[in-house]
């Protein structure tokens, strides 16, 4: 059984949980516990873990009462742990079992499966196929924006992680990023990489601690906001590779940075500076952004104007439409570095176009590897994208006098951006009906409880 057969059996352990109105995320989150658990097991590496809060221990305690005994498993080891990581993965645990039965049959589910063929990397890969999967089957919250694979694969691939470097994401997800960058090539490629990250959500900071711990990774993981003094441990970083998070901040309490030149309330523009403030000396960037930061004006134009005037921007990629499972969202990558003195500036831009032509992706019609291909032979082996280039159908630059001319638009348009319109995929819509009505259920549950403790609360009041 390969690693995604394997996650396809894991995954569906989920419908044991329709009846408890489980949404996708939710599993997820909890299956990280279990498999946790069992994973230390499985790679004799239980020592951190006390007894009496080991796999075994949830094995032996099935049967009645064995719900109460997991909800305290998962606070001992979330409070009175000593090993910093298991903490913080198990930090404010909640369960979303309701029912013994439920628990029992997701972990007899779990144990009856042949680990024995998986060491740590096939491990890693597995549980990569579940954090794709959520995405996938579930196009809301964090999965609405999960950075495709084999986008982030072609991102490594033409920046070149190498030996010693400092690796980082200010927006860290689930450590896709990371991952990608650690498996890029040998180990002696990688050796001695510190791999960093910033993540605001807590129960996907939980799921990439996993993750980089599944992958043997050694990692300076932080949960807070990178746009706050949250980010100030992190050191400066040879490479990083980002999607940021898209939109406009919502006016939380917390004060941002001080250090960023153009204050703004959109994000991806806030993430562009402090990326370009965590350089380190001749470093490296590739970072996913909407269509909007390639022509707003105002705080858009400075900071489009700093990337050109301060930093070596020297490639943007125009990625295609729907492969963020939200069709109306439109991206691409902007590549730039650190200015070398060694080298001096660069004095073009170019521009790959793979949107034209390119087919609207949808679940079920995913990217691939191949997609990239001509991208990857036309950007070059040269990481800082220094290598010769040649114009073609997709690929045209522009001056930076001619860039200055446009008053710093990065809106390049040579082709009509016309996509191969297709047929809905009925299955696919199926599979969006079928996950929309779960999560109404899983609504439908939560407000009939807010109701009845209205009602009991009235029902106290009258008597």
């Known amino acids: ?87 913080s993965i198990f930090s404010f645990p909640t369960t979303v079992f309701s029912h013994d039965e439920n628990l029992e049959k997701v972990v007899a ?37 999960f950075t495709p694979r084999p986008l982030v694969d072609a991102m490594v691939r033409v920046t070149k992680p190498r030996a010693g470097e400092t690796i980082s994401d200010p927006a860290v997800g689930t450590g896709g990023f990371l991952i990608a960058a650690h498996r890029a090539g040998t180990p002696e490629m990688t050796q001695g990489c510190l791999y960093q990250g910033v993540e605001i959500e807590r129960d996907t900071f939980r799921l990439c601690l996993m993750n980089l711990y599944l992958h043997g990774m050694n990692g300076r993981l932080i ?3 990178a746009l706050t003094i949250d980010s100030e441990p992190l050191l400066l970083s040879d490479l990083i590779l980002a999607n940021p998070p898209f939109g406009v ?22 993430f562009l500076q402090y990326i370009g403030l965590a350089m380190a000396p001749r470093g490296r960037a590739a970072v996913v952004v909407p269509d909007n930061v390639l022509f707003e004006p105002g705080a858009g ?6 990337l050109l005037e301060l930093f070596d921007l020297h ?40 949107r034209t032509g390119m087919p609207t992706f949808t679940k079920r019609k995913t990217l691939r590897d191949s997609d ?17 280039r040649k114009t073609g159908p997709r690929f045209k630059c522009l001056t930076k006098d001619e860039i200055r001319a446009r008053n710093y638009d990065l809106d390049v348009r040579w082709n009509d951006e016309t996509t191969e319109e297709e047929a809905p995929d009925l299955a696919d819509l199926v599979s969006q009906m079928d996950e929309a009505l779960t999560e109404a259920r899983a609504a439908l549950v939560e407000i009939s409880a807010i109701v009845s403790g209205v009602d009991s609360d009235t029902a106290v009041t009258n008597g």
């Open 1 to 87: 059984m390969d690693s995604d057969d394997l996650a396809g059996r894991l995954w569906s352990l989920c419908h044991v949980l329709r009846d408890d109105s489980i949404v996708f995320n939710k599993y997820l989150s909890e299956l990280t516990y279990l498999l946790f658990l069992k994973n230390a097991k499985q790679l004799d590496a239980e020592q951190a873990i006390p007894e009496g809060s080991r796999w075994d221990d949830l094995l032996a305690a099935r049967g009645s009462g064995m719900l109460g005994f997991y909800r305290k498993l998962l606070t001992r080891l979330g409070e009175d742990v000593q090993n910093e990581n298991i903490r």
């Open 109 to 145: 589910g779990i144990q009856s499966i042949d680990w024995h063929d998986y060491d740590r990397d096939g491990l890693g890969l597995i549980y990569e196929s579940l954090l794709e999967r959520n995405a996938t089957e579930a196009r809301s919250g964090s999965g609405q924006y």
């Open 223 to 225: 949960h807070g906001d």
């Open 249 to 270: 901040s919502s006016g939380g309490a917390r004060q941002r940075r001080t250090d960023l030149p153009h204050p703004t309330a959109n994000k991806q523009l806030s």
């Open 301 to 306: 134009l400075r900071v489009r104007r700093d």
């Open 315 to 354: 490639t943007v990629l125009r990625l295609p439409k729907g492969i963020f499972y939200a069709p109306d969202v439109r991206t691409n990558v902007l590549f730039f570095n650190r200015r070398d003195p060694d080298h001096g500036p660069v004095d073009e831009v170019w521009f790959y176009d793979l």
């Open 372 to 388: 990239f291909e001509e991208f990857e032979a036309a950007f070059g082996d040269d990481p800082f994208g220094r290598s010769p």
